[in-house]
């Protein structure tokens, strides 16, 4: 149609390059649109999902526990926690610039809550915005409200958090904090909980703010009743543990909180997304976290990007509640013994006190009452300001001395020393020593000078009395020292005794200088003291004086008192340490049995039956002759064996750079009774400390007869002649 | 001037698969604006523009297209003359000085100006046909191109710039250039470039970085930007700082989210969460082929890109066509308008562009932007309706 050009130029080219221009760009369009639709697809399908699912967990129910009896000990009680919903507020109008909508409504809410009337909502209140708010936030809201601040006249640290509420970790500041216990007039707290709905609503303004808890269920249903006149509050129900009896059992079950900001990363990695959870921090509460808290459910919430609920998908996973946890720990047993140890304490002024109590043929422990303790429901809705007092209380009540405290045994540990002798041939059952007055061991520098020399004594030489010949069992029954001297140590040239070594490996068979692996957490150990350790830490060889006081379990012995029932346990039962276990199975909320906890046998002393019957006769000694120190243990219808122990220790007063000692210049006493029965077949092993009590025999043996009674009485009787649970 | 109107050479395919692309437009409008309260109308005021879009097509079809030949000089001469009085007395709207006020409405010049210039350089190049060969006449085309273009880079208005120089430059190829004056212009443009980076707004500079590869905290992958740093003296804080350059590819990253979120069937018509939930932000315009593709899937965002360039490539059959030069360059310079379009609004949605602000013709809402592609395929179809016949005659 055109006629021919003579030159070349772009013309016919740019309309096929056009064409090819068009198919080029599809090509590259689908392989992109591929390459982001179908290769990429879950990538960016997870990116969407992302954006807009929250995920909601639906915490399960939390296990309860029982005691051996089947009584409930911890349930769930419902507690109510008031919150609001920021995007059901009404906006500040500005048409209306003199009215702010918002703050009338929340005045309103407030007045409703009792804000003004009641001053317990008022404080309470002011504490939640104030952890919510931060210490700066705080005090520049009420300050912007014209409302006066009444601060501590201490200056105190506050550790600054950061936006999500989470400990910052930076150096606390030392600040005068806002006096919490001064009710804010009701200004002050509108100010703050609109600053609060103003930073939640800049996340997502459906989810309910906090902003009073510890409601009882009849005011929750008043204000729920009232709520179709505040459309934004909300009334939320979260179950709070009730600990039904309070410090009888707080050592044991322990309490709950908050995950602290330390242990924050390790939660994370168990798959704990809301570091808000409350879980255990103490106790059995701590130990079976996991089974007690079940699996959380899971559901998610669609939002769009305005953070507006749109709707709820799931649950996805339904809540597995927690499993039950059944005690060995007999609740009346444990009554029993709290009161019987805090009598004795009340009377002899001592400042802390245990006692123990486990199954000798399997390790369950039956009872344990570590004083002074605590009441752990001042943990179940927040950490507060009972739970500072006990942090400052001197005495210590969070620690369960039981497990947690670390004594020199005294006379209770000697057992170990005759089975020792005995398993090593050191002694034989009719092996006798002499006590005929004070030892001197001569000094190492001046062998021949006698008045450098170390005198040994006996607890009964300071009454003038001297036992003379015995054997084993009759010194286990006087708790005479020499005997347990000369065998530890032995006497130079006259007697081969056990040795720092011998001593310290029975020591470590028995159990001490390892955690006896009770089922609760806190449990500490000293290390079983021996010839390198002590040159290690002193600088200074094993001497035949540290033997002696070894083997009466006093100078570098340290124990817990369950080291010692596991002790006395290993003798009543002929050899066997057991693990102590204070759950005796878990149950699922319909009753099937989870997990049955076995005994579990740490390991079998290397000693024979005979040799082991012995030691036992000595404790049966003790109680049942009449030179016996233990006799005020007696139980009628009951062989009780025993053994008392009297440890001295040393309170370092800084001042006299000296142990305390009394006037006449003896070092004070903690009060010691290991015993277990019946005598032929045990089924109760039991351990009684009382702190600075004085005289075993005087104080803790009472105290365990007391227990020993109650329970062949009221929880085991004899009369039936039945064995209680092997 | 209605005389001879052959229906028979209307481009009945052409003109179906347009309607058809406008009612999918509606649907997808209705899908993303739904959720929206202040746009819940906007699917019905789209109906509304296509039904005017649909008169302003077949009265365009209707005129002979010749006689637009008389119109080019006075139609260019008006168009130049607005640009310059929006210069000096425009109105800024969305940080471009564009808009031109008359008598109490806004108007903006650009937008009828894309066919004031193809019309013009259609009609230059077609009556000095014979003349391109020589340089001055080639370089007077060239001239007619850069003095409107100048003039919108400035306000400035990047997309309707690139716009321009890409069918202006299309126009000027296909009406033929002697090889040797392609490569001195291509020298020339080159020597050009240190001008042009002096004078690329900042706004520009920012949307390359938001568009540049970056690693996952959004800084700009380093020799890239050291060849930036030896281009540019200043460099916008998005080149710079890696959370302003996350915060401002937002809406291209949740475009992409939602491309990716359809995979390959979509997740069905009012169903893509991102589109839904409003994550993804100007959805009914720039973004809508992003609705489509999360919706409607690859396989559903293909056969619309298919269809789109299948009226590019019948408006190209209409140029191959046409009765004269005049013609073919018209149909010409509509089809590389409506490819460029295309081209540039999806690239951006699939993130192998950088963020223009194009619409997707004849699909995104806007009564404009759909009157004048309508426009554009008016232009089409008169030149279609007068093929060859006149030959005949």
Known sequence: ?726 | MFARINWRYFDWPLFLVVLLLSSIGVALIYSATRNSPDLVDYWQRQVNFILIGLVVLFFVAMVDYRQLSLLAIPAFLIFVASLVAVYFFGEAQGGSRSWINLGGTLVQPTEAGKFLLIIFLSWYLSWFRDSLHRLPYLLMALLFLLAPLALVYVQPDFGMTITYAFMGGVLILAAGVRYRHLALLGGGALLALPLFAATLQGYMLARLCIFLPTDEEGHILPPILNLLRAAFDTLPTECIQPEANTAASYNVDQALIAIGNGGLTGLGWTQGTQNQLLFLRVRHTDFIFSVIAEELGMIGASLILLLLLFVVWRVLRIAERAPDQFGKLLATGVAALIFFQIVVNVGMNLKIMPVTGLTLPFISYGGSSLISMMFAIGLAESVAMRHRKIEFF
């Open chain 1, 1 to 726: 149609m055109f006629e021919e050009r003579t030159v070349r130029d772009t013309a016919n080219l740019t309309m096929t390059l056009f064409r090819a221009g068009i198919v080029i760009v599809f090509l590259i369009m689908v392989v992109r649109m591929f390459q982001l639709q179908v290769v990429e697809n879950e990538r960016y399908q997870a990116l969407a999902n992302r954006n807009r699912l929250l995920r909601i967990e639906t915490p399960a129910p939390r296990g309860i526990i029982y005691d051996s009896n089947g009584t409930i000990l911890v349930r769930n009680r419902p507690s109510f926690e008031v919150a609001l919903v920021p995007e059901d507020l009404p906006f500040d109008d500005l048409d209306t610039p003199d009215v702010d909508e918002e703050a009338v409504e929340i005045e309103k809410v407030l007045r409703i809550l009792r804000a003004d009337s009641d001053p317990e909502v008022a404080l309470r209140m002011a504490a939640i915005l104030f952890n919510k708010l931060g210490y700066d936030d705080f005090i520049r809201t009420v300050q912007r409200a014209n409302v006066p601040i009444s601060f501590l006249s201490e200056p105190a640290f506050v550790t600054p958090v950061t936006e999500d509420g989470r400990l910052a970790m930076v150096e606390p500041r030392k600040v005068y904090l806002p006096d919490l216990d001064q009710p804010l007039p009701l200004e002050g707290l509108v100010a703050l909980v609109k600053r609060v709905v103003a930073i939640q609503s800049m996340g997502s303004a459906s989810d309910p703010v906090p902003i009073l808890d510890g409601v009882d269920r009849i005011r929750a249903f008043e204000i729920s009743e009232d709520s179709f006149r505040i459309p934004a509050v909300r009334v939320i129900q979260v179950p709070v543990r009730e600990y039904i009896y309070g410090d009888l059992l707080s050592h044991v079950l322990g309490f709950m909180g908050p995950i602290p900001a330390l242990a924050a990363d390790t939660y994370r990695e168990a798959g704990y997304t809301n570091l808000n959870e409350k879980v255990g921090l103490n106790g059995l509460e701590y130990t079976y976290q996991t089974e007690l808290r079940g699996s959380p459910g899971v559901r998610y919430s669609e939002r769009n990007i305005l953070g507006v609920d749109v709707r709820t998908i799931g649950p996805v996973v339904e809540p597995v509640p927690g499993w039950n946890l059944h005690l060995n720990i007999d609740l009346r047993l444990q009554q029993v013994m709290r009161d019987a140890l805090q009598e004795m304490m009340d009377e002899v002024d001592a400042p802390w006190g245990v006692t123990v109590a486990m199954n000798p043929q399997n390790g369950a422990v039956l009872g344990m009452v570590s004083l002074p303790s605590y009441d752990n429901n001042i943990f179940a809705e927040r950490i507060g300001e009972d739970y500072l007092k006990l942090e400052q209380d001197e005495r210590r009540p969070l620690i369960n001395y039981a497990i947690g405290g670390l004594y020199p045994p005294g006379s209770v540990f000697k057992m170990v020393t005759a089975a020792a002798g005995l398993a090593e041939g050191i002694i034989t059952p009719n092996t006798t020593i002499v006590d005929s007055g004070p030892i001197y061991l001569p000094n190492r520098y001046f062998p021949d000078d006698m008045s450098q020399a170390q005198e040994f004594v006996s607890w009964n030489h300071k009454y003038g009395i001297v036992h003379g010949p015995m054997n084993v069992v009759r010194a286990l029954a006087l708790s005479n020292d020499i005997y347990f001297y000369i065998l530890g140590g032995g006497f130079p040239n006259q007697f081969q005794g056990l040795g720092p070594q011998l001593l310290s490996k029975w020591t470590e068979l028995f159990g001490f200088g390892e955690i006896t692996g009770v089922d609760l957490p806190g449990e500490v150990t000293s290390i079983v003291p021996t010839d390198q350790w002590k040159r290690r830490l002193f600088a200074e060889p094993w001497t035949t004086g540290d033997s002696y006081n070894m083997a009466i379990g006093q100078g570098y012995v340290l124990s817990t008192p369950m080291q010692v029932l596991v002790e006395t346990a290993a003798i009543a039962n002929g050899g066997t340490i057991y693990v102590p276990k204070i759950v005796h199975h878990m149950t699922d909320a319909e009753g099937g049995v989870q997990k049955d906890f076995e005994p579990e046998i740490k390991r079998t002393l290397p000693i024979s039956a005979e040799d082991m019957e012995v030691v036992r006769r000595g404790m049966w000694e003790v109680v049942n002759t009449d030179y016996g120190t233990g006799r005020v243990a007696r139980v009628p219808g009951v062989e009780v064996a025993g053994k008392t122990g009297t440890a001295e220790f040393c309170e370092y007063i800084p001042e006299k750079r000296d142990c305390r000692r009394d006037e006449k210049g003896f070092l004070p006493f903690h009060a010691w009774f290991s015993a277990f029965a019946p005598y032929d077949n045990p089924e109760i092993a039991i351990v009684t400390f009382v702190y600075d009590g004085g005289e075993g025999s005087a104080v803790a043996a009472p105290v365990t007869q007391k227990i020993l009674e109650a329970y062949f009485t009221e929880i085991s009787p004899r009369t039936q002649g039945a064995i209680a649970q092997p």
